[in-house]
Protein backbone atom coordinates (compact mmCIF):
# COMPACT_ATOMS: atom_id res chain seq x y z
CA UNK A 1 0.00 0.00 0.00
CA UNK A 2 3.05 2.39 0.93
CA UNK A 3 4.65 1.73 -2.62
CA UNK A 4 1.24 2.38 -4.81
CA UNK A 5 1.03 5.82 -2.49
CA UNK A 6 4.71 6.22 -3.31
CA UNK A 7 4.62 5.86 -7.13
CA UNK A 8 1.30 7.69 -6.94
CA UNK A 9 3.22 10.88 -5.31
CA UNK A 10 6.12 10.36 -7.74
CA UNK A 11 3.54 10.81 -10.40
CA UNK A 12 1.23 13.49 -9.13
CA UNK A 13 4.31 15.31 -8.57
CA UNK A 14 6.15 14.71 -12.45
CA UNK A 15 2.37 16.05 -14.12
CA UNK A 16 2.60 19.53 -11.57
CA UNK A 17 6.23 19.57 -13.14
CA UNK A 18 5.60 19.21 -16.67
CA UNK A 19 2.76 21.98 -15.86
CA UNK A 20 5.03 24.53 -14.94
CA UNK A 21 7.47 24.39 -17.59
CA UNK A 22 4.26 24.56 -20.29
CA UNK A 23 5.18 26.88 -22.59
CA UNK A 24 5.39 26.85 -26.24
CA UNK A 25 8.44 28.95 -28.43
CA UNK A 26 7.18 29.34 -32.00
CA UNK A 27 10.72 29.46 -33.22
CA UNK A 28 14.50 28.94 -31.26
CA UNK A 29 16.37 29.53 -34.52
CA UNK A 30 16.33 32.37 -36.56
CA UNK A 31 18.70 33.09 -39.62
CA UNK A 32 19.03 36.71 -41.08
CA UNK A 33 20.88 35.01 -44.21
CA UNK A 34 23.53 37.71 -46.55
CA UNK A 35 23.51 41.24 -45.31
CA UNK A 36 26.00 43.93 -45.67
CA UNK A 37 27.55 44.98 -42.77
CA UNK A 38 26.90 48.83 -43.91
CA UNK A 39 23.04 48.32 -42.41
CA UNK A 40 24.29 48.16 -38.76
CA UNK A 41 22.46 46.39 -36.44
CA UNK A 42 19.84 43.67 -37.54
CA UNK A 43 17.44 42.47 -34.97
CA UNK A 44 14.52 39.57 -34.61
CA UNK A 45 12.25 38.86 -32.48
CA UNK A 46 11.55 34.89 -30.49
CA UNK A 47 7.89 34.69 -29.11
CA UNK A 48 6.59 31.99 -26.67
CA UNK A 49 3.03 31.64 -25.30
CA UNK A 50 2.57 30.65 -21.44
CA UNK A 51 0.24 27.81 -21.65
CA UNK A 52 0.55 26.85 -18.20
CA UNK A 53 -2.05 27.67 -15.38
CA UNK A 54 0.46 29.83 -13.97
CA UNK A 55 2.39 32.80 -14.85
CA UNK A 56 5.79 32.57 -16.05
CA UNK A 57 8.60 35.13 -15.66
CA UNK A 58 11.50 35.49 -17.92
CA UNK A 59 14.58 35.70 -15.10
CA UNK A 60 17.72 36.06 -17.11
CA UNK A 61 18.48 36.21 -20.94
CA UNK A 62 22.22 35.88 -21.48
CA UNK A 63 24.08 36.54 -25.21
CA UNK A 64 27.24 34.30 -26.23
CA UNK A 65 29.00 37.32 -26.88
CA UNK A 66 29.31 41.17 -26.89
CA UNK A 67 28.08 41.15 -30.05
CA UNK A 68 24.31 40.08 -29.43
CA UNK A 69 21.89 41.85 -27.46
CA UNK A 70 18.86 40.80 -25.64
CA UNK A 71 15.98 42.44 -24.60
CA UNK A 72 12.71 40.99 -22.91
CA UNK A 73 9.80 41.90 -20.91
CA UNK A 74 10.47 42.19 -16.74
CA UNK A 75 6.73 40.76 -15.49
CA UNK A 76 5.13 37.99 -15.79
CA UNK A 77 3.95 36.55 -18.60
CA UNK A 78 -0.13 35.80 -17.61
CA UNK A 79 -1.11 32.33 -18.74
CA UNK A 80 -2.33 32.44 -22.27
CA UNK A 81 -0.68 35.48 -22.87
CA UNK A 82 2.86 35.85 -25.31
CA UNK A 83 6.29 37.18 -24.39
CA UNK A 84 8.30 38.33 -26.87
CA UNK A 85 12.59 38.51 -26.75
CA UNK A 86 14.02 41.24 -29.28
CA UNK A 87 17.66 39.77 -30.02
CA UNK A 88 19.89 42.61 -32.17
CA UNK A 89 23.52 41.03 -33.33
CA UNK A 90 25.95 44.51 -34.26
CA UNK A 91 28.19 42.86 -37.52
CA UNK A 92 30.53 46.02 -37.14
CA UNK A 93 34.24 44.54 -37.63
CA UNK A 94 32.68 41.06 -38.10
CA UNK A 95 32.85 39.77 -41.70
CA UNK A 96 31.62 36.36 -42.50
CA UNK A 97 29.46 33.54 -40.88
CA UNK A 98 28.59 33.51 -37.71
CA UNK A 99 26.37 31.48 -35.37
CA UNK A 100 25.57 32.81 -31.75
CA UNK A 101 22.46 32.40 -29.05
CA UNK A 102 20.92 33.83 -25.76
CA UNK A 103 20.46 32.01 -23.25
CA UNK A 104 16.83 32.20 -21.78
CA UNK A 105 16.51 30.96 -17.76
CA UNK A 106 12.47 30.85 -17.02
CA UNK A 107 11.17 31.01 -13.60
CA UNK A 108 9.21 27.50 -13.51
CA UNK A 109 13.22 26.39 -12.45
CA UNK A 110 13.47 24.61 -16.26
CA UNK A 111 17.09 23.98 -17.78
CA UNK A 112 17.37 26.94 -19.56
CA UNK A 113 17.12 27.48 -23.06
CA UNK A 114 19.17 28.18 -26.02
CA UNK A 115 17.50 30.80 -28.53
CA UNK A 116 19.98 31.03 -31.83
CA UNK A 117 21.11 33.17 -34.70
CA UNK A 118 22.94 32.93 -37.59
CA UNK A 119 23.64 34.73 -40.79
CA UNK A 120 26.94 35.80 -43.46
CA UNK A 121 28.12 39.50 -42.85
CA UNK A 122 29.30 40.71 -45.85
CA UNK A 123 31.71 42.97 -44.82
CA UNK A 124 32.68 46.54 -45.51
CA UNK A 125 34.77 47.73 -48.00
CA UNK A 126 37.16 49.00 -45.17
CA UNK A 127 36.77 46.26 -42.82
CA UNK A 128 37.38 43.76 -45.79
CA UNK A 129 40.80 45.77 -46.82
CA UNK A 130 41.61 44.96 -43.47
CA UNK A 131 42.30 41.41 -43.61
CA UNK A 132 41.88 40.83 -47.87
CA UNK A 133 43.41 44.49 -49.29
CA UNK A 134 43.69 43.04 -52.98
CA UNK A 135 41.42 43.62 -55.29
CA UNK A 136 40.36 40.87 -57.80
CA UNK A 137 36.79 41.77 -58.69
CA UNK A 138 33.83 43.67 -56.83
CA UNK A 139 32.96 40.43 -55.53
CA UNK A 140 35.91 38.57 -54.92
CA UNK A 141 38.94 40.37 -52.43
CA UNK A 142 42.55 38.27 -52.11
CA UNK A 143 44.92 38.21 -48.73
CA UNK A 144 47.62 39.14 -51.36
CA UNK A 145 48.09 40.24 -54.74
CA UNK A 146 50.75 37.86 -55.14
CA UNK A 147 51.58 34.27 -55.09
CA UNK A 148 55.11 33.84 -53.42
CA UNK A 149 56.07 29.80 -53.16
CA UNK A 150 59.34 31.13 -51.50
CA UNK A 151 62.69 29.01 -51.46
CA UNK A 152 62.31 25.51 -53.14
CA UNK A 153 65.10 23.07 -53.92
CA UNK A 154 64.89 21.54 -57.23
CA UNK A 155 62.51 18.46 -56.94
CA UNK A 156 60.74 19.40 -54.34
CA UNK A 157 57.08 20.54 -53.81
CA UNK A 158 55.96 22.99 -51.74
CA UNK A 159 51.99 24.15 -51.25
CA UNK A 160 51.04 28.19 -50.91
CA UNK A 161 47.71 29.14 -49.40
CA UNK A 162 46.07 32.24 -50.80
CA UNK A 163 43.35 33.29 -48.56
CA UNK A 164 39.96 35.34 -50.47
CA UNK A 165 36.47 36.71 -49.75
CA UNK A 166 33.20 37.21 -51.16
CA UNK A 167 32.13 40.43 -50.74
CA UNK A 168 29.03 40.13 -53.05
CA UNK A 169 25.71 39.24 -51.57
CA UNK A 170 25.77 36.19 -54.69
CA UNK A 171 27.19 32.69 -54.46
CA UNK A 172 30.51 32.49 -56.62
CA UNK A 173 32.22 29.87 -58.04
CA UNK A 174 35.61 31.05 -58.57
CA UNK A 175 37.96 29.06 -60.72
CA UNK A 176 42.10 29.56 -61.85
CA UNK A 177 43.18 28.94 -65.14
CA UNK A 178 46.64 29.81 -67.44
CA UNK A 179 48.83 28.20 -64.57
CA UNK A 180 52.48 27.50 -66.09
CA UNK A 181 52.50 23.23 -66.22
CA UNK A 182 54.75 23.18 -62.88
CA UNK A 183 51.46 25.23 -61.09
CA UNK A 184 48.56 23.10 -60.50
CA UNK A 185 45.58 24.45 -58.07
CA UNK A 186 42.19 23.60 -56.06
CA UNK A 187 39.84 25.69 -54.13
CA UNK A 188 38.09 25.31 -50.87
CA UNK A 189 35.90 25.22 -50.78
CA UNK A 190 34.22 25.48 -54.61
CA UNK A 191 31.57 27.04 -54.15
CA UNK A 192 31.23 30.35 -51.65
CA UNK A 193 28.13 31.98 -50.14
CA UNK A 194 27.92 35.75 -50.08
CA UNK A 195 29.71 36.87 -46.99
CA UNK A 196 32.09 33.66 -46.77
CA UNK A 197 36.16 33.07 -46.69
CA UNK A 198 37.57 30.41 -49.31
CA UNK A 199 41.44 29.61 -49.93
CA UNK A 200 43.14 29.17 -53.26
CA UNK A 201 45.27 26.25 -53.16
CA UNK A 202 47.96 26.44 -55.01
CA UNK A 203 51.01 23.30 -55.80
CA UNK A 204 54.32 24.58 -56.76
CA UNK A 205 56.03 21.41 -58.49
CA UNK A 206 60.06 22.83 -59.01
CA UNK A 207 60.85 19.42 -60.31
CA UNK A 208 58.97 20.55 -63.44
CA UNK A 209 60.17 23.95 -63.64
CA UNK A 210 62.55 24.30 -66.47
CA UNK A 211 64.24 27.40 -64.80
CA UNK A 212 66.77 28.26 -61.58
CA UNK A 213 66.59 31.25 -59.54
CA UNK A 214 63.99 33.53 -59.61
CA UNK A 215 60.75 32.22 -61.76
CA UNK A 216 58.13 34.92 -62.50
CA UNK A 217 54.86 34.06 -64.21
CA UNK A 218 50.94 34.68 -63.95
CA UNK A 219 48.33 33.37 -62.95
CA UNK A 220 44.42 34.29 -63.98
CA UNK A 221 41.87 33.49 -61.27
CA UNK A 222 38.37 33.98 -62.49
CA UNK A 223 36.35 35.67 -59.22
CA UNK A 224 33.10 33.15 -60.43
CA UNK A 225 32.65 30.62 -63.58
CA UNK A 226 30.49 33.17 -65.65
CA UNK A 227 32.99 36.18 -64.75
CA UNK A 228 33.24 38.41 -67.95
CA UNK A 229 37.57 38.35 -67.42
CA UNK A 230 39.84 37.01 -64.74
CA UNK A 231 42.25 38.93 -62.49
CA UNK A 232 45.89 38.33 -63.32
CA UNK A 233 48.53 38.01 -60.48
CA UNK A 234 51.84 37.71 -60.38
CA UNK A 235 53.57 34.30 -59.09
CA UNK A 236 57.65 34.54 -57.56
CA UNK A 237 59.37 31.65 -57.04
CA UNK A 238 63.49 30.96 -55.86
CA UNK A 239 64.22 27.19 -57.22
CA UNK A 240 67.91 26.63 -55.91
CA UNK A 241 69.88 23.22 -56.28
CA UNK A 242 69.84 20.66 -53.44
CA UNK A 243 73.20 19.90 -52.44
CA UNK A 244 71.70 18.63 -49.16
CA UNK A 245 71.97 14.90 -50.42
CA UNK A 246 75.82 15.48 -51.38
CA UNK A 247 78.49 12.96 -49.38
CA UNK A 248 81.76 14.84 -48.24
CA UNK A 249 83.58 12.97 -51.15
CA UNK A 250 81.04 14.38 -53.63
CA UNK A 251 81.40 17.99 -52.26
CA UNK A 252 85.31 16.66 -52.78
CA UNK A 253 84.77 16.24 -56.14
CA UNK A 254 82.43 19.09 -56.92
CA UNK A 255 82.93 21.42 -59.54
CA UNK A 256 84.56 25.35 -58.58
CA UNK A 257 83.70 28.33 -59.68
CA UNK A 258 86.05 31.10 -60.27
CA UNK A 259 85.75 34.52 -61.44
CA UNK A 260 88.75 36.99 -60.98
CA UNK A 261 87.04 39.98 -61.13
CA UNK A 262 83.14 40.15 -60.70
CA UNK A 263 82.60 43.94 -61.65
CA UNK A 264 82.72 44.82 -65.39
CA UNK A 265 83.31 49.11 -65.73
CA UNK A 266 81.94 49.99 -68.78
CA UNK A 267 83.47 54.08 -67.79
CA UNK A 268 81.27 56.55 -69.78
CA UNK A 269 78.75 55.15 -72.06
CA UNK A 270 78.08 56.52 -75.49
CA UNK A 271 74.53 56.45 -77.06
CA UNK A 272 75.41 53.48 -79.29
CA UNK A 273 75.40 49.92 -77.33
CA UNK A 274 79.03 49.05 -75.47
CA UNK A 275 80.52 45.30 -75.34
CA UNK A 276 82.96 43.77 -72.26
CA UNK A 277 83.26 40.30 -71.24
CA UNK A 278 84.60 38.30 -68.52
CA UNK A 279 85.78 35.13 -68.03
CA UNK A 280 85.02 32.16 -65.55
CA UNK A 281 86.92 28.93 -64.84
CA UNK A 282 86.48 25.77 -63.37
CA UNK A 283 89.12 25.27 -60.72
CA UNK A 284 87.39 21.54 -59.54
CA UNK A 285 87.01 18.53 -60.59
CA UNK A 286 83.87 17.87 -61.87
CA UNK A 287 81.85 19.20 -65.08
CA UNK A 288 80.69 23.12 -64.05
CA UNK A 289 77.21 23.49 -65.23
CA UNK A 290 75.68 26.56 -65.69
CA UNK A 291 72.26 26.44 -64.59
CA UNK A 292 71.31 30.43 -65.21
CA UNK A 293 72.84 33.22 -66.71
CA UNK A 294 70.18 36.65 -66.46
CA UNK A 295 69.74 40.28 -65.27
CA UNK A 296 66.40 41.87 -64.57
CA UNK A 297 67.77 45.05 -65.38
CA UNK A 298 66.83 47.02 -68.48
CA UNK A 299 69.14 47.54 -71.36
CA UNK A 300 71.55 44.67 -70.39
CA UNK A 301 71.83 41.60 -72.50
CA UNK A 302 74.48 38.37 -71.14
CA UNK A 303 75.49 35.34 -73.04
CA UNK A 304 77.84 32.89 -72.03
CA UNK A 305 79.80 31.02 -74.80
CA UNK A 306 79.21 27.59 -73.34
CA UNK A 307 77.29 26.15 -70.38
CA UNK A 308 79.40 23.00 -69.11
CA UNK A 309 82.94 23.84 -68.47
CA UNK A 310 85.23 20.91 -67.94
CA UNK A 311 87.73 21.33 -64.74
CA UNK A 312 90.39 23.22 -65.50
CA UNK A 313 88.91 24.73 -68.39
CA UNK A 314 86.93 28.45 -69.18
CA UNK A 315 83.85 30.57 -70.34
CA UNK A 316 83.81 33.47 -72.00
CA UNK A 317 80.79 35.82 -70.54
CA UNK A 318 79.65 38.62 -72.96
CA UNK A 319 77.40 41.59 -71.82
CA UNK A 320 75.81 44.38 -73.77
CA UNK A 321 74.90 47.61 -72.70
CA UNK A 322 72.80 49.68 -75.01
CA UNK A 323 72.26 53.10 -73.53
CA UNK A 324 69.15 54.36 -74.83
CA UNK A 325 67.59 51.68 -72.74
CA UNK A 326 68.95 52.83 -69.08
CA UNK A 327 67.23 55.32 -66.68
CA UNK A 328 69.25 57.59 -64.79
CA UNK A 329 72.93 58.80 -64.62
CA UNK A 330 74.41 55.60 -63.57
CA UNK A 331 74.71 52.37 -64.17
CA UNK A 332 74.50 49.89 -61.31
CA UNK A 333 73.33 46.50 -62.76
CA UNK A 334 73.15 42.72 -61.62
CA UNK A 335 73.81 39.23 -63.18
CA UNK A 336 72.63 36.31 -61.87
CA UNK A 337 74.89 33.21 -62.79
CA UNK A 338 73.49 30.34 -61.52
CA UNK A 339 75.73 26.81 -61.04
CA UNK A 340 76.36 23.39 -59.25
CA UNK A 341 79.36 24.39 -57.30
CA UNK A 342 77.61 23.87 -53.94
CA UNK A 343 79.97 26.95 -52.57
CA UNK A 344 79.09 29.09 -55.22
CA UNK A 345 75.89 27.98 -56.58
CA UNK A 346 74.45 31.62 -56.82
CA UNK A 347 76.76 34.37 -57.72
CA UNK A 348 76.41 38.05 -58.68
CA UNK A 349 78.21 39.99 -61.33
CA UNK A 350 78.35 43.97 -61.36
CA UNK A 351 77.57 45.79 -64.21
CA UNK A 352 78.69 49.61 -63.53
CA UNK A 353 79.24 53.17 -66.31
CA UNK A 354 78.22 56.69 -66.33
CA UNK A 355 75.86 58.36 -68.74
Not at 147 to 176: C, H, W
Request: hydrophobic share 40%; proline share 8%; net charge neutral.
Amino acid sequence: MKTLRFITSVIIAALALSASADVTWLETTHDFGAFQEDLGPVSCQFRFVNTNSEPVAIVAARASCGCTTPQYPREAIAPGDTAVITVSYDPAARPGRFTKYIGVTLSDSEPMIKLYIKGSVVGSAQSVAQRFPAQCSSALQLAKGIVMTGDVAKGQLRTVFLEAYNRSTDTIRPKVTDMPPYFEAAMSPEVVPPGEQMSFIFYFNSAKCPQYGIVNDTISIWPDVQAPEPCRIPSVALVREDFAKLSPKQLEKAPKLFIADSTLDFGRLADIPLTRTCTIKNIGKSPLIIRRLYTADRGISVAIDRNTVKPGKEAVITVTVNPAELTGALLNARIALICNDPYNANTSLRVVGEL
